[in-house]
Antibody
């Protein structure tokens, strides 16, 4: 079964840091581009970042550029999102998604930025 | 522009046809993809490419595009189709992605 499982979401204070993980299974992980997408409570989807299959190319939404870093470890079938200088507006459910089509999504991990 | 615009809410009578639209400059260059999201669940891809459905998506879902507007059509809407629908595509740079604001579909 093709599956993505996110983890690492917690409550963190503004200005803090956090690392999210996404564990992939059921497909050849290093064949695919991967994305992070977030959804604030009660609001719509926002694309956050993507990483190419080999990690050589990364792109970010303007809202997170310079604060977030996407990475992957193909030997561990894992995707990561390092989040620094967190703001209250970063509070959201964070999803990882597979491929340029976003054809498989995890169930998400909740990040709450609050003092 | 890197924005995609959707109507916030649309309703349809059970068994009737409904069209959900998505507008944006990037759609002149790139196909939209469509996602269905039900409360408390992750989004599910329903349409990609010119008009392709992933395995398991009913054939009452179809997609089309003209100029800067992409459309998702549900022919014979069912109660289980009540959900939020989001479009997305690459932005004008081709390297980043953008989602529409979402359309809440109510089946009456």
């Amino acid at each position: 079964e093709v599956q993505l499982v996110e983890s690492g979401g917690v409550v963190v204070q503004p200005g803090g840091s956090l690392r999210l993980s996404c564990a992939a299974s059921g497909f050849t992980f290093d064949d695919y581009t991967m994305h992070w997408v977030r959804q604030p409570p009660g609001k719509g989807l926002e694309w956050v970042s993507l990483i190419s299959w080999d990690g050589s190319s990364t792109y970010y939404a303007d809202s997170v550029k310079g604060r977030f870093t996407i990475s992957r470890d193909n030997s561990k079938n894992s995707l990561y999102l390092q989040m620094n200088s967190l703001r209250t507006e970063d509070t959201a459910l964070y999803y990882c998604a597979k491929d340029v089509a976003f054809d498989i999504w995890g169930q998400g991990t909740m990040v709450t930025v609050s003092s | 522009s890197s924005e995609l615009t959707q109507d916030p809410a649309v309703s349809v009578a059970l068994g009737q046809t409904v069209r959900i639209t998505c507008q944006g400059d990037s759609l002149r260059s790139y196909y939209a993809r469509w996602y269905q999201q039900k409360p408390g669940q992750a989004p599910v891809l329903v349409i990609y490419g010119k008009n392709n459905r992933p395995s398991g998506i009913p054939d009452r879902f179809s997609g089309s595009s003209s100029g800067n507007t992409a459309s998702l059509t549900i022919t014979g809407a069912q109660a289980e189709d009540e959900a939020d629908y989001y479009c997305n595509s690459r932005d004008s740079s081709g390297n980043r992605w953008v989602f529409g604001g979402g359309t809440k579909l109510t089946v009456l």
